[in-house]
């Protein structure tokens, strides 16, 4: 009977300890994710200035919904003469070309697909650490499929658009005609 307690008592001790670091690890986890987020709304903030050159004055999506699949569009009063535009923004720490393609979320293109058929133009542009690109949606120009990340702990694979990279040009060439 003293043996059984022991073995219990040896089991109760390396469960705890087993919850304890996976609850560390959970803690650890999520802050990454949050540190994620807080990134991807800042450099949104710093990239407006810039994208507001090409595209004019831009409506942050965000503002209402920190989860909008797209950060911007024109602004809502521009007149039925002027072009509309629906653009994502997205950083990524790598170079451009480090993969064959570059994703976005699925969610993305369907917001796309709509903004197309409210007469308006989408985009997305990719902030690498080389330079800034973008692509202009197009049907024929993706393919679906699954992609994402497991450096915070656990995979978060989901489905996205494979945009082939001789399909994405650098920011500096769009031209943008009113």
Known sequence: MQLLRIQYSFISINAFKILFFLSILKYIMNNIKKQDLQFGLSMEQKAQPRLELIFGKLYNN???????????K??????????????EYKRRRIN???????????????KGREYVTRA????????????????????????MGTGGTSRRGRDEFVDVAHIKNEYIFK????????
């Open 62 to 72: 965000n503002n209402h919904n920190k989860y909008h699949p797209i950060d911007f």
């Open 74 to 87: 024109t602004n809502k009063c521009i007149s039925d003469n002027q072009n509309k535009y629906g653009v």
């Open 96 to 110: 451009f070309g480090k993969h064959p393609t570059l994703m976005v979320n699925k969610s993305k293109i369907i």
């Open 120 to 143: 308006m133009k989408v985009f997305y542009i990719w902030e690498c650490d080389d330079d800034w690109y973008y692509w202009e949606l197009n049907e024929d120009e993706f393919t």
């Open 171 to 178: 920011l500096n060439d769009l031209i943008i005609l009113p």
